[in-house]
């Protein structure tokens, strides 16, 4: 798509961070934006910012559930022609901790939030974006998808979120293969430290010893930066299949 005007687009994740940046950011740019998020009211009080938005609430995690959003943002908007997944969630926890091996749901849950989620959106989205009549270049639709650089340099008590993350990495080009004949593209973002509202809440001088680890520019990245680069991906009509770090040049050590 070479314009985002008038473009029906879906962020899932859209109530804060990463997802909310992207939400107004593609409001700015003449999008019609639906937000969907597990929190109901942060999806409406995003959506109330942004002409034109509606609010949805739905799990990521739950087929039917995500149906049901996603049927209420395309009677809203139309069919999208943008889907974005930022949700997600990194509980830390080691594999094995002083009280014995990790617990297995908190894995689990991880894995499903994150990576199962992911796909629960990718699979709707291509289903809905099938049906759009293609452009000039045979396109019917984009979707990004969110990673993390913990996909390659996972931290200790990070195994379940990295290896959630990592699974997104992994479905990123089967993803594009698979859905090249329906003119969809597919691409995900690796964010590394963003200024999301989880770093907000540590001191400054927290704050400041995670940007000193970035290479250049030597701080934590903004939501905006992210949501840039969403615009990006979407509207760039030969990228697909591709992961694209976001980090400042960051290289994560082992904690």
């Known amino acids: 798509m070479e314009t985002l005007q008038d473009t029906a687009?879906?962020?899932?994740?859209?109530?804060?961070?990463?997802?909310?940046?992207?939400?107004?950011?593609?409001?700015?740019?003449?999008?019609?934006?639906?937000v969907v998020d597990l929190a109901a009211d942060r999806a409406a009080e995003v959506a109330a910012g942004i002409a034109g938005a509606t609010a949805h609430t739905a799990d990521v995690s739950s087929p039917d559930g995500l149906a049901d959003a996603l049927a209420e943002a395309r009677e809203a908007h139309g069919s999208p022609r943008l889907g974005v997944v930022t949700s997600g969630i990194g509980p830390p926890q080691r594999i094995l901790g002083k009280a014995g091996p990790a617990d297995l749901s908190w894995f689990e849950t991880t894995i499903r939030v994150n990576l199962i989620g992911s796909f629960n959106a990718l699979r709707l989205f291509a289903a809905s974006m099938a049906d759009n009549d293609p452009d000039e270049g045979g396109e019917r639709g984009a979707i990004v998808m969110t990673a993390s650089i913990a996909a390659y340099e996972g931290q200790i008590g990070q195994a379940a979120y990295a290896a959630s993350k990592g699974g997104v990495v992994g479905l990123t080009l089967p993803a594009a293969r698979d859905l090249a004949r329906n003119g969809i593209r597919v691409n995900t973002i690796a964010p590394g430290l963003m200024d999301t509202p989880l770093l907000a809440s540590l001191p400054e001088d927290a704050r400041k010893e995670l940007a000193a680890d970035v290479v250049f520019p030597p701080r934590l990245g903004l939501p905006e930066e992210y949501a840039e680069l969403v615009v990006f991906a979407a509207t760039s009509a030969y990228l697909n299949g591709e992961v694209i770090r976001l980090d400042g040049a960051l290289r994560m050590k082992p904690r």
């Open 9 to 34: 687009a879906v962020v899932i994740g859209g109530g804060s961070g990463l997802g909310e940046a992207t939400a107004r950011r593609l409001g700015a740019a003449g999008a019609r934006v639906a």
